[in-house]
């Protein structure tokens, strides 16, 4: 106890005494430095970086252990701002060390947000802002108590497939509102993933949204356009055309007499979009880490892709590009049709676009009504959207039927251009092997396509040849059939391994453009239909069989040609006895893993040896009767147990901090910036 007491009393009199010095005032004005310095060096020392808040922490924390240690190591009638500043940097930085580390572990995966530039000018919306997702959550939370969807028996695997937790789902999902229809109705055309009977049921979800009132949405095109709306536009409809959880559509005519479309963004949709990301981040990761069967779909990746989805269509700008692009490279085809959309009048909120007179192709009346056959209607739109994949590269990647017209020439117009795709060399060089490989009904072209589609070398090529095999035996329709795609889709989920995005996206615009088709004509036979529009018009794109298989051949030309004169070289040395094979057992990144591993593992030798090295010194010192030898033993032990303590908190701290940390599916979405 007397012990102790001394030591307070000591850090009493070494606060006082600081304050009584030189240091006076100014020691506590450049506090805030010194524990700045400290927090520095123990960055460097570490060789890690914790964030500035952390090492904050971590330096008062270490300054305060300096402050009692110089007042121990000094006595209150030694001190000396020569001998203070010195050692209250050494142990500060000393005690710092352990702290910083303790702090790393504690707030791992836990990333602050950047602190908006607007908190300080609105700091009630601020708060507003942090305590939203909260009451969302809870209010979530209420309409799931309301469904029992929070019993036990749900959190059961085969539940996923349940009709009956479809439907509470979609109850739950449509009593939110907000962005949550709109997640869900993403959901519903992720069938890759989702059982058939939750993406049936979540396809039916419907946003009963307020609509928004006339003098805001008004407000918010003259904001945009920075200009009054009768000067734009030589008449605006202020009642609503439709309103959506995304914007909202008005009938105009601009000066020249054409008649338009105005889709305004929602006044206030970035705060609901990220308030709703937030909660969807938070549920998919309580759902990921309580209910098996979320994990297994992988319910928080699904939700990050929710959450880039809706962040695409928030911007108009991408849906104006989208739209230029596809009228031009659909200009030569009166069948089906883009609308014109204004640049000049269209921005990031608001967009423009051409009237369409027409009735969805889900009006079976006005799909009867038209001068084409359902069939005739059926094979257009398959031949145009080949055409957009095979020829152009770039296609509508969401054709389901509320984004399909029919006029009363019998002409189909695409919607909502908000989502499109791309095919690049890799994919379409994917689709020729894949196409080949069904038409040959042989899986080792198969195998070839998907490992040149995933870029994996590592691939078990024989197993995939196996499974591709069974599948070329299963599927009766091939080439580019949703069928065909989606089991090749299926089969690389099977082996582990991520097919490119522009593929994903592919088989599910097939999958919903089959279903669109098969709405239009009950009849309509999707891979036939295919295969005699490829033969007939996109040979050049796809190629011929023939060329294919010549362009496989020429392919492996160059392998073929220097086969012989390897294996006579292989041979001559195997007579000769002259044949060695060596064998290099880590290479690559496994080789730096390796040495990385073994040159942490040398360090913290060395830094043990040192340390019981620097323990015999000081114990001898403790021991010698002569002062100078005590001096020079303990000044040798405390620098050597120094050297050792930085060596093994340097090599603890890279070790733990550079372990893998589960991300955040909502860091990206949590950022906003006002």
């Known amino acids: 106890m007397a012990a102790w007491s001394d030591v307070v009393l000591h850090s009493l009199t070494f606060a006082a005494a600081g304050v009584r010095l030189e240091l006076g005032l100014g020691y506590l004005l450049i506090l805030p430095f010194w524990i700045a310095l400290i927090g520095v060096l123990t960055g460097r020392v570490l060789g890690i970086s914790i964030g500035r808040l952390r090492s904050a922490v971590a330096a008062?924390?270490?300054?305060?252990?300096?402050?009692?240690?110089?007042?121990?190591?000094?006595?209150?009638?030694?001190?000396?701002?020569?001998?203070?500043?010195?050692?209250?940097?050494?142990?500060?930085?000393?005690?710092?060390?352990?702290?910083?580390?303790?702090?790393?572990?504690?707030?791992?995966?836990?990333?602050?947000?950047?602190?908006?530039?607007?908190?300080?000018?609105?700091?009630?919306?601020?708060?507003?802002?942090?305590?939203?997702?909260?009451?969302?959550?809870?209010?979530?939370?209420?309409?799931?108590?309301?469904?029992?969807?929070?019993?036990?028996?749900?959190?059961?695997?085969?539940?996923?497939?349940?009709?009956?937790?479809?439907?509470?789902?979609?109850?739950?999902?449509?009593?939110?509102?907000?962005?949550?229809?709109?997640?869900?109705?993403?959901?519903?055309?992720?069938?890759?993933?989702?059982?058939?009977?939750?993406?049936?049921?979540?396809?039916?979800?419907?946003?009963?949204?307020?609509?928004?009132?006339?003098?805001?949405?008004?407000?918010?095109?003259?904001?945009?356009?920075?200009?009054?709306?009768?000067?734009?536009?030589?008449?605006?409809?202020?009642?609503?055309?439709?309103?959506?959880?995304?914007?909202?559509?008005?009938?105009?005519?601009?000066?020249?007499?054409?008649?338009?479309?105005?889709?305004?963004?929602?006044?206030?949709?970035?705060?609901?979009?990220?308030?709703?990301?937030?909660?969807?981040?938070?549920?998919?990761?309580?759902?990921?880490?309580?209910?098996?069967?979320?994990?297994?779909?992988?319910?928080?990746?699904?939700?990050?892709?929710?959450?880039?989805?809706?962040?695409?269509?928030?911007?108009?700008?991408?849906?104006?590009?989208?739209?230029?692009?596809?009228?031009?490279?659909?200009?030569?085809?009166?069948?089906?049709?883009v609308p014109l959309v204004h640049p000049t009048l269209s921005t990031e909120r608001v967009l423009v676009m051409d009237e369409v007179v027409g009735r969805s192709v889900s009006d079976g009346a006005a799909i009867d009504a038209a001068p084409v056959s359902r069939e005739d209607l059926s094979r257009r739109l398959l031949s145009s959207f080949l055409g957009q994949i095979l020829r152009d590269g770039y296609y509508h990647a969401d054709p389901h039927p509320g984004n399909l017209l029919i006029d009363a020439d019998g002409a189909l117009w695409l919607l909502d251009l908000g989502a499109v795709g791309r095919v690049d060399a890799v994919t379409r060089d994917a689709l020729q092997g894949i196409a080949v490989g069904f038409m040959l009904r042989d899986g080792s072209v198969l195998a070839r396509a998907v490992r040149h589609l995933v870029g994996d070398d590592q691939v078990d090529m024989r197993q995939l040849e196996r499974d591709l095999t069974m599948l070329v035996g299963e599927v009766e329709q091939a080439g580019l059939s949703p069928a065909a795609i989606g089991g090749v889709m299926k089969v690389i989920d099977q082996h582990g391994l991520r097919p490119p995005r522009s593929m994903l996206l592919l088989s599910r615009t097939l999958i919903t453009l089959e279903g669109t088709l098969r709405l239009i004509n009950p009849q309509f036979e999707l891979a036939a239909e295919a295969q005699s529009i490829v033969a007939r018009d996109h040979q050049a794109e796809l190629g011929a069989p023939q060329e294919l298989v010549r362009n496989e051949l020429v392919r492996t030309l160059p392998a073929l040609r220097t086969l012989p004169e390897h294996a006579e070289a292989l041979a001559m040395q195997l007579r000769s006895g002259r044949l060695r094979i060596a064998t290099d057992r880590y290479s690559g990144s496994d080789r730096s893993i390796v040495e990385g591993w073994l040159n942490r593992a040398l360090v913290v030798l060395a830094g043990g040896a040192g340390a019981l090295t620097a323990a015999t010194l000081l114990l001898a010192g403790s021991l010698s009767p002569d002062r100078s030898v005590r001096d020079i033993l303990w000044i040798l032990g405390f620098s050597g147990l120094t050297c050792a303590v930085v060596l093994l908190m340097r090599t603890a701290a890279q070790a733990l901090h550079l372990q893998s940390v589960p991300g955040d599916g909502a860091d990206d979405l949590a950022r906003r910036e006002e």
């Open 60 to 337: 008062a924390i270490g300054w305060l252990v300096g402050l009692i240690a110089g007042a121990i190591a000094l006595g209150p009638k030694n001190l000396h701002p020569a001998l203070v500043i010195p050692l209250l940097v050494f142990f500060g930085v000393l005690a710092a060390l352990p702290v910083a580390i303790i702090i790393d572990l504690i707030t791992r995966g836990r990333r602050v947000r950047p602190r908006r530039r607007g908190v300080l000018r609105h700091p009630l919306r601020a708060v507003r802002g942090v305590l939203a997702p909260l009451g969302r959550f809870r209010e979530l939370v209420g309409y799931a108590r309301s469904e029992n969807l929070l019993h036990v028996r749900y959190r059961n695997p085969a539940a996923l497939a349940s009709p009956d937790l479809a439907r509470r789902v979609r109850v739950v999902l449509e009593r939110a509102g907000g962005m949550f229809v709109k997640f869900g109705q993403i959901a519903a055309t992720r069938t890759d993933l989702l059982p058939q009977t939750l993406t049936s049921e979540l396809s039916q979800l419907h946003s009963n949204v307020a609509r928004v009132p006339a003098e805001e949405i008004l407000a918010a095109v003259e904001g945009e356009l920075s200009e009054p709306v009768d000067h734009a536009f030589a008449a605006f409809d202020q009642e609503p055309l439709a309103a959506a959880s995304i914007g909202q559509t008005h009938r105009a005519r601009l000066v020249d007499g054409r008649r338009v479309v105005v889709k305004v963004q929602r006044p206030g949709l970035e705060e609901i979009v990220w308030r709703d990301s937030a909660v969807l981040a938070f549920v998919a990761r309580q759902l990921d880490r309580r209910v098996e069967a979320a994990r297994r779909v992988g319910v928080r990746d699904l939700a990050d892709e929710l959450m880039r989805s809706i962040q695409l269509e928030l911007d108009y700008g991408e849906e104006l590009s989208a739209g230029v692009r596809l009228r031009a490279n659909l200009q030569g085809d009166p069948t089906v049709r």
